[in-house]
């Protein structure tokens, strides 16, 4: 079985994370893909909660070569405070493929929504206010 991780926040291709040190062995980054959902400002960091009224959020799909160790280090890095569940996303070729998503486990509520798509764009443009 293959199996596939879609990521949108701190675990992005482009995003300077020294726990990505510890998994560059057990997966391989594969494009960028988009789920339905809405993205929200948890702090330090976005959640992701599904969404069916037509938002999107872009993100990196990776290939997970050793999910036992993959899925291992990013459960604990998680936490709680996020769900992984299969989901559906859609490549920019528009192959859709069946991925891990790391989804935000609580209600948003008080929580700034994230207009943009794309996490890294809004940190570009949150730092310029």
């Known amino acids: 079985?293959?199996?596939?991780?879609?990521v949108y926040g701190t675990l992005r291709k482009r995003?300077?994370?020294?726990?990505k040190d510890k998994l560059r062995?057990?997966?391989?980054?594969?494009?960028?893909?988009k789920i339905g959902a809405a993205m929200y400002d948890i702090g330090s960091y976005p959640g992701a909660v599904k969404d069916?009224?037509?938002?999107?959020?872009?993100?990196?799909v990776f290939l997970v070569h050793d999910p036992g160790n993959v899925f291992?280090?990013?459960?604990?890095?998680?936490?709680?405070?996020?769900?992984?569940?299969?989901?559906?996303v859609r490549m920019r070729n528009g192959q859709e493929l069946n991925a891990w998503i790391y989804w935000y486990n609580f209600q948003?509520?008080?929580?700034?929504?994230?207009?943009?798509k794309d996490y890294l764009n809004y940190l570009k443009n949150k730092s310029i206010h």
Do not use: H, N, T
């Open 1 to 6: 079985m293959i199996d596939y991780l879609f």
């Open 15 to 19: 995003y300077d994370l020294k726990l």
């Open 25 to 33: 062995e057990g997966w391989k980054y594969v494009g960028q893909a």
């Open 52 to 60: 069916r009224s037509g938002r999107e959020v872009v993100g990196d």
């Open 72 to 88: 291992r280090v990013l459960d604990k890095y998680e936490g709680r405070e996020f769900v992984r569940k299969k989901g559906k």
């Open 108 to 116: 948003p509520a008080g929580k700034p929504p994230i207009r943009y």
